[in-house]
């Protein structure tokens, strides 16, 4: 399934080298941090930063075994993720600070301050950045298409612990202002374990309301509950969309594709399997949500494949290893290999930290003529 740096980076030794950096980040944060302190207040608090910088980060990473159900936990770890995000910021203007230092002198305590400021800044922007929803255009011909169709094609809202309810509202009230014919989903409706403790009702409620003329379409991502979940399909169901698990629906337009999520069902069918049952002429649209599906639809000569997953990387510098991971094609954006063009989203909502820096929270419209 994965390849190459792909493959490391899913890795134990990956895993491994990522605490360690962590680790050294952590300890870099507080000398720097500390420095400032005892720079502007004369006092030395190195060993008290270090223990809430490592609070902090190990409740990040311990958070997928804590009790998340309780409101307190989720809050707990939204202010983490937030300070996080902020400490990030600020590791990377030091880093910046020391390189340039190299070869410039500044003050050592206003450089200090600017990067705070500069630092807090940027975690603000990419606070409010990251709840503004674009739209992405993208036209695309296919063979044997007579009138023109309108799709609006969402991915990762992440509905939970930072995509909440009025998130939620803003993005089906952005999508049914585009008026299109059709609504798919790529996956991702809800973020890690959500769906155990949102409110459910509420939530079918706000997507009943998305419109779409001639249907709405749906797949599971790798933080839905798994396809085998009887819960999810009743879900759907309530919502008013069809969700698709390694099956195909005839529209009038096309042939729509739902594959399950490779990760959380790597024995999945393959598709060569699913299209065989396909008798008609029509386009076909594949929606997977792991861009490591475009290599299939290209194999089985789909004419449009949709993805999501990959978040654009989301910020600064997971964006770098995202577009190494996956590769230009499966990254972010448009491609097109032999008849087959694809899509890859970098999604309606967020996770893990509630910031975008670099990327965009989108809605892709896609005009096929």
Same mark, same amino acid.
């Given at each position: 399934?994965?390849?190459?740096?792909?493959?490391?980076?899913?890795?134990?030794?990956?895993?491994?080298?990522? !605490?360690?950096?962590?680790? %050294?980040?952590?300890?870099?944060?507080?000398?720097?941090?500390?420095?400032?302190?005892?720079?502007?207040?004369?006092?030395?608090?190195?060993?008290?930063?270090?223990?809430?910088? %490592?609070?902090?980060?190990?409740?990040?990473?311990?958070?997928?075994?804590?009790?998340?159900?309780?409101?307190?936990?989720?809050?707990?770890?939204?202010?983490?993720?937030?300070?996080?995000?902020?400490?990030?910021?600020?590791?990377?203007?030091?880093?910046?600070?020391?390189?340039?230092?190299?070869?410039?002198?500044?003050?050592?305590?206003?450089?200090?301050?600017?990067?705070?400021?500069?630092? /807090? !800044?940027?975690?603000?922007?990419?606070?409010?950045?990251?709840? $503004?929803?674009?739209?992405?255009?993208?036209?695309?011909? %296919?063979?044997?298409?007579?009138?023109?169709?309108?799709?609006?094609?969402?991915?990762?809202? $992440?509905?939970?612990?930072?995509?909440?309810?009025?998130?939620?509202?803003?993005?089906?009230?952005?999508?049914?202002?585009?008026?299109?014919?059709?609504?798919?989903?790529?996956?991702?409706?809800?973020?890690?374990?959500?769906?155990?403790?949102?409110?459910?009702?509420?939530?079918?409620?706000?997507?009943?309301?998305?419109?779409?003329?001639?249907? /709405?379409?749906?797949?599971?991502?790798? $933080?839905?509950?798994?396809?085998?979940?009887?819960?999810?399909?009743?879900?759907?169901?309530?919502?008013?969309?069809?969700? !698709?698990?390694?099956?195909?629906?005839?529209?009038?337009?096309?042939?729509?594709?739902?594959?399950?999520?490779?990760?959380?069902?790597?024995?999945?069918?393959? %598709?060569?399997?699913?299209?065989?049952?396909?008798?008609?002429?029509?386009?076909?649209?594949?929606?997977? $949500?792991?861009?490591?599906?475009?290599?299939?639809?290209?194999?089985?000569?789909?004419?449009?494949?949709?993805?999501?997953?990959?978040?654009?990387?989301?910020?600064?510098?997971?964006?770098?290893?995202?577009?190494?991971?996956?590769?230009?094609?499966?990254?972010?954006?448009?491609?097109?290999?032999?008849?087959?063009?694809?899509?890859?989203?970098?999604?309606?909502?967020?996770?893990?930290?509630?910031?975008?820096?670099?990327?965009?929270?989108?809605?892709?419209?896609?005009?096929?003529?």
């Amino acid at each position: 399934m994965y390849k190459g740096f792909a493959k490391f980076i899913r890795g134990k030794a990956f895993s491994i080298l990522f !605490l360690i950096v962590s680790f %050294l980040s952590v300890g870099y944060t507080t000398v720097r941090i500390g420095a400032v302190l005892e720079c502007c207040f004369a006092v030395k608090v190195y060993g008290v930063l270090f223990g809430i910088f %490592l609070l902090l980060f190990g409740y990040m990473l311990l958070y997928h075994t804590s009790k998340r159900k309780i409101k307190k936990t989720r809050s707990f770890y939204e202010l983490c993720s937030v300070v996080l995000s902020f400490l990030l910021n600020l590791v990377l203007c030091l880093l910046a600070e020391d390189f340039i230092g190299m070869f410039l002198h500044f003050s050592d305590s206003k450089v200090y301050i600017l990067a705070i400021i500069v630092s /807090v !800044l940027l975690t603000v922007y990419g606070f409010l950045h990251a709840n $503004h929803i674009y739209i992405k255009h993208y036209a695309i011909p %296919l063979e044997d298409r007579k009138n023109p169709v309108k799709v609006a094609f969402l991915s990762d809202i $992440h509905t939970g612990t930072f995509v909440n309810k009025r998130q939620l509202r803003k993005i089906i009230d952005q999508t049914n202002r585009m008026q299109c014919d059709y609504v798919l989903i790529a996956g991702d409706t809800f973020d890690v374990d959500a769906f155990d403790y949102c409110n459910l009702s509420e939530i079918a409620e706000e997507l009943q309301r998305l419109k779409a003329v001639k249907g /709405v379409y749906a797949i599971l991502g790798n $933080h839905d509950p798994v396809s085998t979940d009887a819960r999810m399909r009743e879900f759907f169901q309530k919502s008013k969309i069809r969700l !698709l698990v390694d099956e195909i629906i005839e529209t009038e337009d096309f042939i729509i594709i739902g594959r399950d999520d490779i990760n959380s069902n790597p024995k999945r069918k393959a %598709l060569t399997e699913i299209v065989q049952k396909i008798c008609s002429d029509k386009p076909k649209i594949l929606m997977d $949500h792991n861009p490591v599906g475009i290599a299939d639809g290209i194999q089985n000569d789909i004419d449009l494949v949709v993805c999501g997953h990959t978040h654009k990387g989301q910020f600064f510098p997971a964006n770098l290893f995202t577009k190494w991971s996956y590769g230009k094609q499966g990254f972010y954006g448009y491609s097109k290999t032999n008849k087959t063009h694809s899509i890859v989203s970098s999604g309606a909502g967020y996770f893990q930290m509630p910031i975008r820096i670099g990327t965009n929270s989108e809605i892709v419209q896609i005009d096929i003529t």
